[in-house]
T-cell receptor, first 113, second 113 residues
Framework: EDQVTQSPEALRLQEGESSSLNCSYTVSGLRGLFWYRQDPGKGPEFLFTLYSAGEEKEKERLKATLTKKESFLHITAPKPEDSATYLCAVRYAGGTSYGKLTFGQGTILTVHP | ETGVTQTPRHLVMGMTNKKSLKCEQHLGHNAMYWYKQSAKKPLELMFVYNFKEQTENNSVPSRFSPECPNSSHLFLHLHTLQPEDSALYLC????????????FGEGSRLTVL
């Protein structure tokens, strides 16, 4: 069964304490892996797209990496404003000609000052 | 206005009411989507439209009826809903058809009494 699993479900960090979020997937024919950030009461905000193993993308304190089975979202020296739910989504072959897009359940990140 | 705009932001309706959710995107994208977000569950795709044509219906009950009059507007007509339909309904759009990254609106919080 095709699956997208994010871990941990929740993560509490002190300001400045670097860590990583994980998104593992068991799908065939990966067409793209997406990271989103969602603040309470708002829609998800696009962060990154990764297409192939070994690819990396960076934005401010965030860095996303991709292997053949998982992606990591590394957060370096986080600040309280980085607190949000981080969602991973995987597009893969299947369904329509555009493939299928499946979201993980998300990781709730809380950064304490 | 910029981005993806959803109205209303909050909606409370009885099980026998008929209401509609509206979405408008100002990004010049050609694909639009409805997603359902329930507590503790991953985002669920409901419908996909590409150039006004419905390309995907993810086995959604007929009490949800989408309408896409043009590439910038998307509606979700609601009738005879159940309490378990209470959720955050998110509209999204993407460039380059359903392969591109999604840009979400802020959502319509629906409560069915």
């Amino acid at each position: 069964e095709d699956q997208v699993t994010q871990s941990p479900e929740a993560l509490r960090l002190q300001e400045g304490e670097s860590s990583s979020l994980n998104c593992s997937y068991t799908v065939s024919g990966l067409r793209g892996l997406f990271w989103y950030r969602q603040d309470p009461g708002k829609g998800p905000e696009f962060l990154f797209t990764l297409y192939s193993a070994g690819e990396e993308k960076e934005k401010e304190r965030l860095k996303a990496t991709l292997t053949k089975k998982e992606s990591f979202l590394h957060i370096t020296a986080p600040k309280p404003e980085d607190s949000a739910t981080y969602l991973c989504a995987v597009r893969y072959a299947g369904g329509t000609s555009y493939g299928k897009l499946t979201f993980g359940q998300g990781t709730i990140l809380t950064v304490h000052p | 206005e910029t981005g993806v705009t959803q109205t209303p932001r909050h909606l409370v309706m009885g099980m026998t009411n008929k209401k509609s959710l509206k979405c408008e995107q100002h990004l010049g994208h050609n694909a639009m989507y409805w997603y359902k977000q329930s507590a503790k569950k991953p985002l669920e795709l409901m419908f996909v439209y590409n150039f006004k044509e419905q390309t995907e219906n993810n086995s959604v009950p007929s009490r949800f009826s989408p309408e896409c009059p043009n590439s910038s507007h998307l509606f979700l007509h609601l009738h005879t809903l159940q309490p378990e339909d209470s959720a955050l309904y998110l509209c999204a759009s993407s460039q380059g058809g359903p392969l591109g990254e999604l840009f979400f609106g802020e959502g319509s919080r629906l409560t069915v009494l």
